[in-house]
């Protein structure tokens, strides 16, 4: 598994989780409903290998 490339997309209704660089474009890893994007980002960043604090500051 990567260390690091995540990144969550907003497709329709729902996020999906993917990783382009290591798995390709078309390979989604995980989606969560529309209303959960935080529980999203904050996966996405614990995945780079990110604190999740890191991402709350990053909204301050």
Known sequence: MPRG??????IGDRWEL???G???RT???HT???E???EAFAHCY???GRT???LLAAFR
């Open 46 to 48: 614990r995945l780079n």
């Open 52 to 54: 999740v604090e890191e």
């Open 18 to 20: 993917v990783n382009s």
């Open 27 to 29: 390979v989604v890893l």
């Open 36 to 38: 959960n994007h935080a």
């Open 32 to 34: 969560w409903p529309r």
């Open 5 to 10: 490339g995540f990144t969550v997309r907003r």
């Open 22 to 24: 290591f798995y390709g």
